[in-house]
Structure formats: structure tokens, C-alpha cells
């Protein structure tokens, strides 16, 4: 797979009165065009998975996936457009492919979907169930939940190779942490990296970071922080709060925002502002990861 320019970032300065009164530069990157599933970092996380399918011969992608799983829709659209077969394993007996947009979505993109349990879901990172699942399905090249591996954190790291532009503090939201990891693996000895947990589960966010330093042979040191002071009760949570500040910010910057990834991290950055976190003087950027179809 070529890169597309449809999937390269232009960083937008984000200005307003505490910011300034901060002495910090802010800036978010975001796509230049918004594909309707494939955005934010969805595309690089997706990138080197796709290539090492077609490298192995394998005939289908299965993958991972909630009810509302931007990767999900991202897969199923990726496989559409490049003309590969794909199966997802959803999480929710009770659910079918009519039960939301994004099941709708991937389903039209022509992903046969699963629905499984969640006790059944929670071995998806089993080796022993993995083997089940291709003794299952034919030919199956698997994609972890998220594209979290090795491939989707090489990948990325291309968000940081692609800036023109050289930064003290990039910041993220995390579910996986798989961009996270991908973002530290580029950074310079000064640099920081700062995750933004979308969901309470920090201490796994941690444990597959340092799994993916080894097998990447790699070691980012303090590189990377986390505030996990912002994820509104849990992954895919929202309160009437964090719902006015998505609305608000898009009306000052005309950037859709969701409140599932990227809003929890603005929301974020903006109270951290006002708490003083960062240091005057420092040049920051935000990376918009997509989601948009939950507007929809």
C-alpha cells in the first residue's frame, strides 16, 4: 500500500485567550481530506497490517471489535477498497448488523460479522484462541482489536515522521496505546509524549507498552506520560459536560470533534492549560484521531 495524501495531516494553530495567557503554541494535526471511516490514525495503524496480509498469501483480515469500534469501520473499509475479504468478531451476543451505524457500515462494506459473547471476546489476545479462530476460518491473516502490534505502532510513527515540524509535547488519546507507542518510538531525548486515557484500563495500556518495547527492541525511557483524570466514567462514556465542550469547540474552530476519543483529549488539554501543566514557551501538537462516523 502507497500512502495517499488523503492521509496526511496539516496542524491548524488552536488559539484562545488562556491559551495565550499559557505562553504555549498549540497546534492540532489534522487530515488534509477526512475519508468517512478511514481517518485519524486509523490508516497507520492499518498500513503494514494490510501489506504483511498480502505479503503472507492469506485470503481473509479477521479482526477485533466493540459495537462502535472506529477500527472496525476502518477495516472493513480498508478491505472493501482494496478488495479483501474480512470477518469481524464483535463483542455482544445481542447485537446484530443492523444494530448501529457502524455495524450497519461494515457490514454494507462487505464484512461478515461475528457476534460473540464477553467472556468468548476476552481470550481475542489468547494464542490458543487465535489458532481456534484460523483452524476455523480459512487462510486468516489477524489483525489485533485496535491494530495493536507491531506493525500498527511502525506505522504510527509515520504521524511524526510527517511533520514538517519539530515538537516539545505530542499529545494522543489512548485505547490501545498502540499510537502512543508509535509517536514515543520517533521522539528525540527531550521530547514527551503525552496519552490521554480514553477508558480506565491504564495498568494493560502499560503492560502492552512494554511488550511492544521488546519486541521492537526499543526503549523509550520517560518519554511517554499519561493522564488517565479524563475519561468520563470509562471507554465510550460521555456526560452532558464533555458532550457541550465537543459542541463548542467546533463552533471557535470548525474541527468535529467526538467525545469518545479525541474530545476526551481537547477536553484534556484544555483543563490542563488552566491548571498550568505545561511549561511556558513549549510548542505542542494534538493529533485529531478520526471517529467521526459517531457524529453520524
Same mark, same amino acid.
Given at each position: =500500500? ?17 491559551i $495565550? $495567557? ?33 505479503? &503472507?498469501?492469506?485470503?481473509t ?16 473499509a ?19 448488523a ?11 462494506h462487505? =464484512? ?6 464477553r ?7 489468547d494464542?490458543?484462541?487465535n489458532?481456534e ?8 491473516y ?15 510513527? $509515520? =504521524? ?11 499529545i494522543?488519546p ?37 511488550q ?8 523509550w ?9 479524563? &475519561? ?21 474552530? &470548525?474541527?468535529?470533534? $467526538? ?10 488539554i ?5 491548571k ?12 485529531? &484521531?478520526g ?6
Open positions: =500500500m502507497k500512502q495517499n495524501d488523503r492521509f496526511n495531516f496539516e496542524l491548524k494553530a488552536l488559539l484562545s485567550d488562556e $495565550e $495567557e499559557s505562553g504555549i503554541n498549540l497546534f492540532m494535526a489534522c487530515e488534509v481530506t477526512q475519508h468517512p471511516y478511514i481517518n485519524g490514525n486509523k490508516f497507520y495503524k492499518l498500513k503494514y497490517n494490510i501489506e504483511e496480509f498480502f505479503r &503472507t498469501g492469506a485470503k483480515v479477521l479482526t477485533f471489535g466493540g459495537a462502535y469500534s472506529n477500527h472496525i469501520a476502518a477495516t472493513a480498508m478491505c472493501h477498497e482494496q478488495h479483501i475479504e474480512s470477518i469481524g468478531i464483535i463483542r455482544g451476543q445481542e447485537l446484530n443492523e444494530s448501529n451505524k457502524t455495524l450497519s457500515m461494515a457490514a454494507n462487505g =464484512m461478515q460479522l461475528i457476534f460473540v459473547n467472556a468468548e471476546y476476552s481470550r481475542r489476545n494464542v490458543t484462541y489458532n479462530l484460523k483452524n476455523r476460518f480459512e487462510n486468516i489477524i489483525i489485533p482489536e485496535g491494530g495493536a502490534n507491531v506493525m500498527g505502532a511502525k506505522g504510527s510513527s $509515520e =504521524m511524526v515522521t510527517m511533520l514538517e515540524q519539530k515538537f516539545d509535547t505530542y494522543i489512548v485505547g490501545t496505546g498502540t499510537t502512543l507507542a508509535g509517536i514515543a518510538n520517533e521522539l528525540l531525548a527531550q521530547q514527551k509524549a503525552l496519552g490521554i486515557m480514553v477508558h480506565n484500563g491504564q495498568k494493560g495500556v502499560e503492560d502492552f507498552l512494554k511492544l518495547q521488546f519486541q521492537m527492541m526499543k526503549n525511557g520517560d518519554k511517554i506520560i499519561f493522564s488517565n483524570d479524563y &475519561t468520563f466514567g470509562g471507554y465510550g462514556k460521555t456526560t452532558a459536560e464533555l458532550e457541550k465542550f465537543c459542541h463548542a469547540f467546533y463552533l471557535k474552530y &470548525t474541527i468535529k470533534i $467526538e467525545p469518545v476519543y479525541t474530545g476526551k483529549m481537547m477536553f484534556a484544555f483543563d490542563l492549560i488552566k498550568g501543566f505545561f511549561e511556558r514557551g513549549q510548542k505542542i501538537v494534538c493529533f485529531h &484521531t471517529g467521526l462516523q459517531y457524529l453520524q
